[in-house]
């Protein structure tokens, strides 16, 4: 699915949130070991700058070579294009050695992958036991009642032809996607887990957002503008004269740990 994100790689780096540190330091809490993450689906690296400040190396890989290009340059992250499948020989030769990682992340998008040949690899390249791997998505913003109103008319009504049949595991939260690991130490399940985000956002903030949906993407190859006038100008009247708002981005974090097998 790297292709859908491809030609808004620049409106997905500049719109996208940034998660917030108590995601990760929960993360961080259940990892026995803070080696080596390989961060899986990095796009522009939003998750990778965070986890380089609470693990000693990073390997983040991408299928999207556009995508990589708008990440932030790190000592300790190595940034690594891969194709979209991988044999064991190739995971080796571009990832990772087999029982090296001490935890995988993937941020929104999980449900992208086939998720059995995935997890194959996660229990290949995961420390045996107890490695880690920690998946999470994230909701709509919620900005204001106004806007909140229109943007969900958007989603739901307006774009709901162009969304991938996947995205409807988001829209549960990820709590219907296969998860086939143990529950980590303190919990009794493996999730989800809310946290929340925030960022700053400004109308054109708003809207680049939008145009950094997958179902922008499809709806424009087929010839219709999801964002036209009339759309626009019902978020220009919801939006008022605020310069900035505050979008609050509800997230949701699946979190498990491999056994000995």
């Keep these: 699915m790297a292709e859908l994100f491809v030609n808004q790689a620049k409106q997905y780096a500049d719109s996208r949130p940034s998660y917030p540190l108590q995601l990760f330091q929960f993360i961080a809490s259940k990892t026995p070991s803070h080696n080596l993450v390989w961060d899986v689906a990095t796009g522009s690296g939003q998750a990778a700058k965070s986890l380089a400040t609470l693990y000693k190396n990073v390997i983040a890989t991408d299928v999207s070579e556009k995508q990589l290009e708008f990440a932030t340059k790190l000592p300790n992250v190595r940034y690594q294009h891969t194709p979209s ?149 019902k978020f220009k009247f919801a939006w008022g004269e605020d310069v900035r708002k505050t979008a609050k981005f509800p997230i949701y974090l699946r979190i498990g740990r491999v056994g000995n097998a």
């Design 85 to 233: 499948t991988m044999s064991k020989i190739e995971l080796e030769q571009l990832v990772t050695p087999e029982g090296t990682i001490d935890l995988v992340t993937i941020a929104q998008a999980l449900h992208w992958f086939d998720l059995s040949t995935f997890y194959e690899q996660v229990k290949w390249v995961l420390k045996k036991p107890h490695g880690i791997i920690a998946a999470w998505c994230y909701n709509l913003p919620r900005i204001s009642n106004e806007v909140d109103i229109v943007l969900d008319q958007l989603y739901s009504v307006i774009s709901k032809p162009y969304w991938d049949s996947a995205r409807k595991l988001v829209d549960e939260n990820y709590r219907s996607i296969d998860f086939p690991f143990e529950a980590v130490d303190g919990v009794d399940h493996t999730g989800p887990f809310e946290f929340v985000t925030e960022t700053n956002m400004t109308f054109d903030g708003l809207l680049t957002y939008i145009r950094s949906w997958s179902a922008y993407q499809t709806a424009k190859e087929k010839g219709v503008e999801l964002l036209g006038d009339d759309v626009v100008e």
